[in-house]
């Protein structure tokens, strides 16, 4: 036993990386003895920067092009349009990294209160933002992927991950259909972020995974609701 404990913490930064993705166990019980957040978020904004490097000027265009399907009056367009083009354009670049801390502290503290209400137990915050942060990494092959497409169609509308791909997809400035929302939240790298989180809450309260199961796939079923609800609220306006 004491062999095995060993060996978990003596995993190495590489080995925690390479096992997020071929052993998620593994890595999960050496970030939880051990737990770290600054690598992750170093290597997601590393990705995070070439990401809107690469597609910022696509972010904008697609903006514009739902700002302009409005209809607003030529004055509020133009200064939208001037807005656009300048300072803006680049917030994404400082609020990026500011978001993805926030998401992951929100994350963090969502699984703990309800591990502590549904598993019992011990945890801990800094373990569980440990494990959000880690598990997070899998979100950068989405992020590649989603560059590669929208550099190659020269255009954001219409480029998902997601299930809505078996939709067509509706008109810039249309609202959407709730089918289109809800295979929109449904997606291959969600769901594997999804086990991850079970494993991970598996993991820091030292209990099977048909336990843990219950609260992550709980919170998400509440955030879809809540973000369709949203989606279909303020959609056009974002």
């Known amino acids: 036993m004491t062999d095995e404990s060993t060996a978990v913490k003596d995993l190495s930064v590489w080995g925690k990386i390479v096992s997020n993705f071929t052993s998620p166990r593994e890595a999960l019980e050496s970030i939880n003895?051990?737990?770290?957040?600054l690598i992750p978020f170093?290597?997601?904004?590393v990705f995070f920067f070439i990401f809107q490097y690469a597609t910022v000027d696509y972010q904008m265009d697609y903006q514009l092009a739902k700002i302009e399907a409005r209809d607003l009056p030529a004055e509020q367009l133009e200064a939208a349009q001037s807005q656009m083009q300048g300072p803006a354009k680049y917030l994404g670049f400082i609020f990026g990294p500011i978001a993805m801390l926030v998401i992951w502290v929100v994350f963090a503290g969502c699984f703990l209160l309800m591990g502590n209400l549904m598993i019992g137990g011990k945890?801990?915050?800094?373990?569980m933002f440990a494990?959000?942060?880690w598990t997070s990494l899998v979100g950068i092959i989405s992020l590649i992927l989603m560059a590669f497409l929208i550099t190659s169609k020269g255009t954001m509308h219409g480029v998902a991950l997601d299930l809505?791909?078996?939709?067509?997809?509706?008109?810039?400035?249309?609202?959407?259909?709730?089918?289109?929302?809800?295979?929109?939240?449904i997606d291959l790298f969600v769901i594997w972020q999804v086990v991850l989180w079970i494993i991970g809450l598996s993991v820091t309260y030292n209990t099977t995974t048909q336990k843990a199961a219950p609260p992550i796939l709980i919170?998400?079923?509440?955030?879809?609701?809540?973000?369709?609800?949203?989606?279909?609220?303020?959609?056009?306006?974002?």
Do not use: D
């Not at 945890?123 to 373990?127: A, E, R």
């Not at 809505?164 to 939240?185: C, D, F, N, W």
């Open 33 to 37: 003895q051990n737990p770290s957040w």
């Open 42 to 45: 170093i290597i997601g904004l």
């Open 123 to 127: 945890s801990n915050f800094k373990n």
């Open 131 to 133: 494990i959000v942060a």
């Open 164 to 185: 809505s791909l078996l939709l067509p997809t509706p008109a810039i400035g249309a609202e959407p259909g709730l089918l289109y929302l809800i295979l929109s939240k």
């Open 219 to 238: 919170l998400w079923g509440l955030w879809i609701v809540v973000s369709i609800g949203f989606t279909s609220l303020f959609g056009n306006l974002f």
